[in-house]
């Protein structure tokens, strides 16, 4: 498990596309600049889409950890209109 | 002799169908004077929300998707034209916004969700949209009967909203009209969505996307708006992106209903925190929420009402009789999407299973249409058998529901 310690955990397990980044976008429309927001998903799409967000929009993906039936996503926001 | 109150909050497609479903089966129970339903709710019109599509893209008349709730109601419910603003979970008791006072012994929390383009800086005065009434869908046709050419950007404002397909529908509504009108060689047609893909279940998208692309409707992904400038004719996300709009047709921000949220019951975005199998409001008993009002995670749609309606009216019945038979809803969704052309596919999923591969019918456009024609007949449950059919497996015994992999501390 990341030392990291997350600003917000976002528990979306249980929960297909696009439950998981739409949680993940409520997160990040409250966060700083910095914030570092931790999401728990057992949907196998979590991890592509919210790769590919970060991608896009210039945010940080800094873990995906496999944990024991779910997986757990370190996403720090660097990037966010002000 | 101590009288069963059973108080429903909110007329909308679940409160109107759980009334009428429970006035059939308490008959008996209500003509005797042992049980009472009473529903309450804010206007006498009951719009057909779907509708909406209809009345901004093909010119539907408003007054066909309306009718009069006291006609769509059974014998045997108190409609009360009196909204709730305060619910007493403690005290088991609702406060109408005259000031009567109601006490429950079961209580039915259905206050729908609310369309608010003010969440967004400019995006009321920047923007049209279907999704706050008949009136407001009849000012997108009027726009598009002066639009001679230029961008319409299709926006999705917010998630969770009502009717997940309404937007891509909208986009493909808008390619027929256009086409129909001749310019379509003169309209580019944006679609911004957060979402990663043109619809956010991949096999939906896998068959949306392709045919976005070959109508040249354009996709930008992952577009999460932060504001609109009107007068600028543009829009900006949080990502950094802009796109300049002649005309702006959004899916407004959603939130819960203000009673939910003056009584401190719901989460942050104002929806109920309910047990997505039993639809019990979490740490109560003989209290209920359904359809758009919950903050379970599934379509905020009129499909979804009706068959959470069907297990909450049940489980009352079991708890007003003692029967003690609960039953689970197993999260099936059914949302219709027509794709242009007379031709629709069906988004379908439960909890368990996500929706699968799709091709698009005109046997699908007939079955959407077909729905809009029963609606009304269908709301006071007459036409269950049906549905059952139709729906296939809903809901199963509460006791045998499946549980999530335990939560993280």
């Known amino acids: 498990m990341s030392a990291l310690q997350p600003h917000k955990v976002l528990d979306c397990r249980g929960s297909f596309c696009p439950g998981p980044i739409t949680e993940l976008f409520k997160a990040y429309r409250s966060a700083q600049l910095g914030d570092v927001i931790e999401l728990l998903a057992t949907d196998p799409a979590a991890k592509a889409d919210i790769t590919a967000w970060a991608q896009k929009s210039g945010n940080e993906v800094l873990d995906v950890v496999d944990e024991q039936g779910y997986i757990r996503i370190l996403v720090k926001v660097t990037k966010k209109r002000s | ?409």
């Open chain 2, 1 to 409: 002799m101590e009288v069963v109150r059973i108080v429903i909050v909110g007329s909308g497609d679940g409160g109107t169908f759980t009334a009428n479903l429970l006035a059939s089966e308490l008959r008996q129970e209500i003509r005797g004077g042992s049980t009472s339903v009473q529903l309450l709710g804010e206007h006498l019109a009951h719009p057909f929300q779907p509708g909406n599509l209809d009345i901004a893209f093909k010119g539907a008349e408003p007054r066909k998707y309306v009718r009069d709730e006291t006609r769509l109601l059974r014998r045997g419910i108190e409609f009360i034209q009196d909204p709730a603003v305060k619910i007493d979970l403690d005290g088991r008791r609702v406060t109408t916004r005259s000031g009567r006072v109601l006490p429950y012994d079961h209580l039915v929390i259905a206050t729908g969700a609310v369309a608010d383009p003010s969440k967004v800086p400019g995006l009321a005065e920047g923007s049209l949209n279907f999704h706050t009434g008949p009136e407001d869908s009849r000012r997108v046709w009027e726009a598009l009967q002066g639009f001679g050419g230029g961008t319409v950007a299709v926006l999705i404002a917010g998630t969770p909203h009502k009717c997940p397909p309404a937007p891509n529908e909208a986009a493909f509504m808008l390619d027929d009209f256009f086409r129909k009108k001749g310019i379509r060689d003169r309209v580019k047609i944006r679609f911004l969505t957060p979402y990663p893909r043109a619809y956010p279940a991949e096999k939906v998208s896998n068959v949306v996307g392709p045919m976005f692309e070959k109508k040249g409707i354009e996709v930008n992904t992952f577009f999460n708006v932060d504001s609109v400038d009107p007068a600028k004719r543009k829009v900006y996300s949080m990502e950094g992106e802009e796109f300049e709009y002649d005309l702006l047709v959004a899916i407004p921000p959603h939130h819960g209903a203000d009673v939910i949220v003056d009584s401190g019951i719901g989460d942050a975005d104002g929806y109920v925190p309910t047990d997505k199998g039993t639809m019990k409001v979490k740490g109560q008993e003989g209290v209920y929420a359904i359809g758009d009002a919950t903050d379970i995670p599934v379509s905020k749609s009129g499909v979804v009402a009706h068959l959470q309606s069907v297990v909450v009216a049940h489980n009352i019945v079991s708890e007003v009789r003692g029967t003690h038979d609960e039953l689970a809803y197993n999260g099936r969704i059914n949302c219709p999407m027509e794709v242009g052309q007379h031709k629709a596919i069906f988004v379908s999923a439960t909890y368990e299973s996500p929706p699968e591969d799709q091709t698009p019918s005109t046997v699908k456009y007939i079955e959407k249409r077909s729905f809009a024609m029963i609606y009304w007949r269908a709301l006071n449950g007459s036409l269950e058998r049906v549905f059952d059919m139709f729906f296939g497996q809903t809901r199963f015994p509460a006791e045998a529901e499946q549980h999530l992999p335990p939560k993280a501390s």
